[in-house]
């Protein structure tokens, strides 16, 4: 049900839009230290002149490209400016699903220097908008523009992001050590940790040629997708590799720019041997799948899902299904079990925007008890929104206005609402069974919620379910690209 372009690409592709950017160069002689003193290695560490363009692929089907550039801002040698854009295309369903973000940012050129200002640009599937802003003594200051709509100004904490974190593999190469940073996240603003590692040189197969590379490796806190770049000897960068699915490769401006029409639903779906039974839509339900492509650090047992190991890789994940407890529930406002994460508003959550605070009230009323409350939210978007596979929204007040949207659409504005009644609830990524018009039996990529409300329970507002049946298989949480590497990966060879 969700798009890739914000459960994949663009979380995927968080670690090259303002972030330390993955593209490493194969470091040449060291400047002299007076230079050294004076500019940060960013700008020592060699790159080619104008920018590089990737096109980016999806299990080798191309769905976008890349450019990026570090330089000095033109006619100042105190400032540094790092332009990061993607433009990425994609058919979902019968809708065809496209999306610009690009983004600008300016820097101290000194060592550690300071990010003093950023333009971020989103245009396109998921709605219009810009950010402009400006480190000031307190923190950061953020002015958001939508059309039709009145500025908004957002005052921000105060960033540790450095003009090394504009490119931390090249870095990290050109001093042949650890670099660890963070990095202002583009998408919902928020500071992450960033560490980079540069490897030895290493042989690799590059359009059936062996050649000697250099490589790096980037890990994000927020992404937790190791993102590793091959570099040549002479210095052109010639992939970057995003788990074993998404690559980003480099290519001339033109041909980067030219795409594939690429079916994301088709492309991405988990084929089953069989249909799963019908054991698996009751309530309580449950199901069993043998899989194989599950990295051990998936296999985790929660109250939905438990897992064996078995011989050749394989493991068996038993998915179950049952309403929260009665003796568990809790009255509303809830503390956060986890710290108050859940409960938290942000740029793309808004709970603590009026009109949506104001229709939580509206839909809970005096509703004390958390679940009956939860229900009800969960309920109204179900029935409200209009399902519609490609019109998007990044931003949950967005979707409030548009009343429409798919998987993703409907998760926010849920999750949005429950925070805003004071019930701990978070986004959950994973796969859920259905049967398409060809017949086929699979699991599709999507997302729903999971609520505290004495203990934790998951809902669907999508499919207007109240608990989430045995057909949803959960892998990961609030949009992270921790997933990507199971995209095309994972495999089930036996349902029971």
Same mark, same amino acid.
């Not at 958390?370 to 490609?390: E, F, M």
């Not at 998987?407 to 926010?412: F, I, K, R």
């Given at each position: 049900?969700?798009?890739?372009?914000?459960?994949?690409?663009?979380?995927?592709?968080?670690?090259?839009?303002?972030?330390?950017?993955?593209?490493?160069?194969?470091?040449?002689?060291?400047?002299?230290?007076?230079?050294?003193?004076?500019?940060?290695?960013?700008?020592?560490?060699?790159?080619?002149?104008?920018?590089?363009?990737?096109?980016?692929?999806?299990?080798?089907?191309?769905?976008?490209?890349?450019?990026?550039?570090?330089?000095?801002?033109?006619?100042?040698?105190?400032?540094?400016?790092?332009?990061?854009?993607?433009?990425?295309?994609?058919?979902?369903?019968?809708?065809?699903?496209?999306?610009?973000?690009?983004?600008?940012?300016?820097?101290?050129?000194?060592?550690?220097?300071?990010?003093?200002?950023?333009?971020?640009?989103?245009?396109?599937?998921?709605?219009?908008?810009?950010?402009?802003?400006?480190?000031?003594?307190?923190?950061?200051?953020?002015?958001?523009?939508?059309?039709?709509?009145?500025?908004?100004?957002?005052?921000?904490?105060?960033?540790?992001?450095?003009?090394?974190?504009?490119?931390?593999?090249?870095?990290?190469?050109?001093?042949?050590?650890?670099?660890?940073?963070?990095?202002?996240?583009?998408?919902?603003?928020?500071?992450?940790?960033?560490?980079?590692?540069?490897?030895?040189?290493?042989?690799?197969?590059?359009?059936?040629?062996?050649?000697?590379?250099?490589?790096?490796?980037?890990?994000?806190?927020?992404?937790?997708?190791?993102?590793?770049?091959?570099?040549?000897?002479?210095?052109?960068?010639?992939?970057?590799?995003?788990?074993?699915?998404?690559?980003?490769?480099?290519?001339?401006?033109?041909?980067?720019?030219?795409?594939?029409?690429?079916?994301?639903?088709?492309?991405?779906?988990?084929?089953?041997?069989?249909?799963?039974?019908?054991?698996?839509?009751?309530?309580?339900?449950?199901?069993?799948?043998?899989?194989?492509?599950?990295?051990?650090?998936?296999?985790?047992?929660?109250?939905?899902?438990?897992?064996?190991?078995?011989?050749?890789?394989?493991?068996?994940?038993?998915?179950?299904?049952?309403?929260?407890?009665?003796?568990?529930?809790?009255?509303?406002?809830?503390?956060?079990?986890?710290?108050?994460?859940?409960?938290?508003?942000?740029?793309?959550?808004?709970?603590? =925007?009026? *009109? /949506?605070?104001? #229709?939580?009230? +509206? @839909?809970?009323?005096? !509703?004390?008890?958390?679940?009956?409350?939860?229900?009800?939210?969960?309920?109204?978007?179900?029935?409200?929104?209009?399902?519609?596979?490609?019109?998007?929204?990044?931003?949950?007040?967005?979707?409030?206005?548009?009343?429409?949207?798919?998987?993703?659409?409907?998760?926010?504005?849920?999750?949005?609402?429950?925070?805003?009644?004071?019930?701990?609830?978070?986004?959950?990524?994973?796969?859920?069974?259905?049967?398409?018009?060809?017949?086929?039996?699979?699991?599709?990529?999507?997302?729903?919620?999971?609520?505290?409300?004495?203990?934790?329970?998951?809902?669907?507002?999508?499919?207007?379910?109240?608990?989430?049946?045995?057909?949803?298989?959960?892998?990961?949480?609030?949009? =992270?690209? *921790? /997933?990507?590497? #199971?995209?095309? +990966? @994972?495999?089930?060879? !036996?349902?029971?």
């Amino acid at each position: 049900m969700n798009r890739l372009h914000r459960a994949l690409l663009l979380p995927l592709c968080a670690s090259l839009l303002g972030a330390p950017l993955a593209l490493a160069k194969t470091p040449s002689a060291p400047a002299p230290k007076a230079a050294r003193a004076s500019v940060s290695d960013v700008l020592l560490a060699p790159r080619p002149k104008g920018g590089e363009y990737l096109g980016v692929y999806l299990m080798d089907k191309k769905v976008g490209y890349l450019f990026a550039d570090v330089a000095y801002v033109p006619g100042r040698k105190d400032r540094v400016r790092s332009i990061n854009a993607l433009h990425f295309k994609v058919q979902v369903g019968t809708r065809l699903s496209e999306r610009i973000h690009r983004e600008e940012r300016i820097y101290e050129a000194k060592p550690g220097g300071r990010l003093l200002s950023f333009t971020i640009e989103q245009k396109g599937d998921g709605g219009d908008q810009k950010l402009e802003g400006t480190a000031t003594a307190e923190g950061l200051r953020v002015v958001r523009k939508r059309p039709g709509l009145k500025d908004e100004v957002l005052n921000l904490p105060p960033t540790t992001e450095t003009v090394e974190d504009a490119d931390q593999a090249r870095v990290a190469i050109f001093r042949k050590s650890r670099v660890e940073g963070s990095a202002l996240d583009g998408t919902d603003l928020g500071t992450y940790e960033m560490i980079t590692v540069a490897e030895p040189v290493e042989e690799r197969l590059i359009g059936g040629v062996k050649v000697k590379v250099g490589k790096a490796t980037t890990l994000s806190e927020k992404e937790q997708v190791p993102t590793s770049a091959y570099v040549a000897e002479d210095g052109r960068l010639l992939e970057v590799e995003f788990g074993q699915t998404m690559t980003a490769r480099a290519e001339p401006e033109k041909v980067a720019k030219r795409l594939d029409l690429v079916e994301v639903f088709g492309l991405t779906r988990v084929v089953l041997p069989r249909a799963l039974p019908e054991k698996a839509r009751t309530l309580p339900g449950k199901v069993t799948l043998v899989m194989t492509g599950l990295p051990e650090r998936f296999q985790q047992d929660t109250y939905r899902q438990t897992y064996q190991r078995l011989e050749d890789g394989r493991v068996r994940v038993t998915l179950s299904a049952a309403p929260p407890r009665e003796k568990s529930l809790k009255p509303r406002p809830l503390e956060d079990p986890e710290g108050g994460e859940n409960l938290a508003s942000s740029i793309i959550v808004e709970s603590d =925007n009026k *009109e /949506i605070r104001a #229709l939580a009230e +509206q @839909l809970v009323g005096k !509703e004390k008890d958390a679940y009956r409350a939860a229900k009800r939210i969960v309920s109204w978007v179900a029935t409200t929104l209009q399902k519609d596979y490609g019109a998007s929204a990044d931003r949950a007040t967005d979707v409030l206005r548009q009343r429409k949207g798919d998987c993703t659409e409907h998760s926010l504005l849920a999750v949005s609402l429950l925070r805003a009644a004071g019930i701990p609830a978070r986004r959950v990524d994973g796969v859920v069974y259905m049967v398409n018009q060809d017949g086929v039996p699979a699991l599709y990529w999507h997302e729903w919620v999971e609520v505290w409300v004495g203990e934790w329970t998951q809902m669907d507002p999508t499919f207007n379910q109240l608990v989430a049946d045995a057909t949803h298989f959960g892998v990961g949480l609030e949009g =992270n690209a *921790e /997933i990507t590497p #199971l995209i095309g +990966q @994972l495999k089930v060879v !036996e349902v029971k």
